[in-house]
């Protein structure tokens, strides 16, 4: 592990055909504390199996040390080694011929967090974007650091309305800066729900999945 990139050597977990056997591909973040394999089992609700699916394991469990609303330069150089990381991951589908608009990306509470950063500093017309229980990183949105066009790509956020992680706030500005970038957004909040993923959601996400190739 590099003192500047400590997320170098992060592995991959894979379900689902070989990419290069693959149309179609799902990149899964964990959250904090979490592992590649526990995301990965999002895979098995998955309504089709010609899905490629590959989930990138964090150094430690964690992708940044601090909560996603502290300034940015405190989670440095966690964050920056940690959006490489994706990168990494979604050219594995990529590079094996899968193309952007046949990739979902999705990821759950940190690991949330991190997909949406990631997707919108890189928008494009991706085969969706997932945040479940997450959204973008920073004190305040910094919205110079977004770019590129999602071109209509799908995208769900799903958040407890009074998750003890994720302002309500936050949800609302990450549905902004999605919707402002060309995305059609579909967000869904859950009243009085815990911090989890809901059936619901997996509901949303299937639909997303069941898309993908199309």
Same mark, same amino acid.
């Given at each position: 592990?590099?003192?500047?990139? +400590? /997320?170098?050597?992060?592995?991959? %977990?894979?379900?689902? +055909?070989?990419?290069?056997?693959?149309?179609?591909?799902?990149?899964?973040? /964990?959250g904090?504390?979490? =592992?590649?394999?526990?995301?990965?089992?999002?895979?098995?609700?998955?309504?089709?199996?010609?899905?490629?699916?590959?989930?990138?394991?964090?150094?430690?469990?964690?992708?940044?040390?601090?909560?996603?609303t502290?300034?940015?330069?405190?989670?440095? +150089? /966690?964050?920056? !080694?940690? *959006?490489?990381?994706?990168?990494? %991951?979604?050219?594995t589908? =990529?590079?094996?011929?899968?193309?952007y608009?046949?990739? *979902?990306?999705?990821?759950?509470?940190?690991?949330a967090?991190? =997909?949406?950063?990631?997707?919108?500093?890189?928008?494009?017309r991706? #085969?969706?974007?997932?945040?479940? !229980?997450?959204?973008?990183?920073?004190?305040?949105?910094?919205?110079?650091?977004? &770019?590129?066009?999602?071109? #209509?790509?799908?995208?769900?956020? &799903?958040? !407890?309305?009074? @998750?003890? /992680?994720?302002?309500e !706030?936050?949800?609302?500005?990450?549905?902004?800066? *999605?919707?402002?970038?060309?995305? %059609?957004? @579909?967000?869904? *909040?859950?009243?009085?729900?815990?911090?989890?993923?809901?059936?619901d959601?997996?509901?949303?996400?299937?639909?997303?999945?069941? #898309?993908? &190739? @199309?």
């Open positions: 592990m590099a003192a500047n990139d +400590p /997320h170098a050597d992060a592995g991959f %977990a894979t379900a689902g +055909p070989d990419p290069a056997d693959a149309d179609v591909g799902v990149v899964l973040i /964990h904090r504390g979490a =592992t590649a394999g526990s995301v990965l089992g999002l895979a098995d609700e998955f309504e089709r199996d010609d899905v490629a699916c590959v989930a990138p394991q964090a150094a430690n469990r964690t992708w940044y040390p601090n909560p996603f502290a300034p940015t330069e405190s989670n440095q +150089p /966690h964050l920056d !080694s940690a *959006l490489g990381v994706v990168e990494r %991951a979604v050219g589908l =990529t590079d094996a011929g899968i193309a608009r046949n990739v *979902l990306l999705l990821g759950f509470s940190q690991g967090c991190l =997909t949406t950063e990631y997707a919108a500093r890189n928008a494009r991706y #085969g969706g974007v997932v945040a479940l !229980s997450g959204g973008l990183i920073g004190e305040t949105i910094e919205r110079e650091r977004y &770019g590129g066009d999602f071109d #209509g790509t799908p995208a769900f956020v &799903g958040c !407890s309305d009074s @998750d003890p /992680h994720i302002p !706030s936050r949800v609302h500005e990450t549905t902004d800066v *999605l919707d402002d970038l060309g995305a %059609a957004v @579909d967000e869904r *909040l859950y009243p009085d729900a815990p911090h989890g993923i809901f059936a959601e997996v509901d949303a996400v299937n639909d997303l999945v069941a #898309g993908l &190739g @199309d």
